[in-house]
């Protein structure tokens, strides 16, 4: 602290930097938690999604499964090939605290027309599984990636609110209270040679 000039513009100055670190952590507490709030409903709302992902998937494989056994291995490819698994997909960012989030959005194809007369009952059903499966895998990419992202801010902004309590705000008090003693001593010493110039004239009269 040699280095700080130990005076009353400098103490305030030090007050004012303490009272922008501890608004500064208010402020990144109250982020934390809402993300923590956030990351903790987005935890069920994915578990949930993840559980249906895993039932799409079965169903659409036994579907696949029945469709190549009933209607032959190229009927099944030949509508794989000719309907568009999604017809645009849009990617936009979510402002959630202060945090980026990307989130894609699908434009869906509408039901196909496939006749199942042409191609068999059994392929226009695995059709319609496969297309509720790739709804539940976007529900799911876009969940997990924000669990991701909130998870990275949490911590990130954790280890900030730790800096500002841990060590920026102890060194700005400790700088104040250096300033402050100093002051003090300075304060001391001046009213000590007031005294003695007040005797020196006193005893000169």
Same mark, same amino acid.
Request: net charge positive; proline share 3%; glycine share 0%.
């Given at each position: 602290m040699?280095?700080?000039?130990?005076t009353r513009m400098n103490l305030l100055a030090r007050r004012s930097q303490r009272g922008? $670190? =501890?608004?500064g952590v208010d402020l990144l507490q109250k982020k934390r938690d809402a993300l923590v709030k956030e990351f903790f409903a987005l935890v069920h709302e994915t578990l949930d999604a993840r559980r249906q992902?895993?039932?799409a998937?079965?169903?659409?494989?036994? $579907? =696949?499964l029945l469709?190549?056994?009933m209607d032959g291995p190229s009927a099944v490819e030949s509508v794989a090939l000719s309907v568009p698994v999604v017809s645009d997909v849009h990617a936009h960012i979510e402002n959630v605290w202060g945090t980026r989030v990307a989130k894609l959005d699908v434009d869906w194809p509408h039901e196909s027309a496939i006749s199942p007369v042409s191609v068999g009952t059994r392929t226009v059903v695995a059709q319609s599984a496969f297309q509720k499966l790739s709804r539940a895998m976007l529900r799911v990419a876009n969940n997990e990636s924000r669990l991701r992202r909130f998870g990275e801010e949490i911590k990130k902004t954790a280890r900030r609110v730790a800096a500002l309590e841990q060590v920026v705000i102890p060194n700005i008090q400790s700088q104040m209270?250096?300033?402050q003693q100093v002051l003090d001593q300075q304060e001391q010493?001046?009213?000590f040679?007031?005294?003695r110039i007040k005797s020196k004239i006193e005893a000169q009269r």
């Open positions: 040699s280095d700080m000039s130990p922008l $670190a =501890l608004r992902l895993n039932a998937a079965a169903a659409a494989y036994k $579907a =696949l469709a190549n056994s209270r250096y300033i010493e001046d009213i040679r007031l005294r």
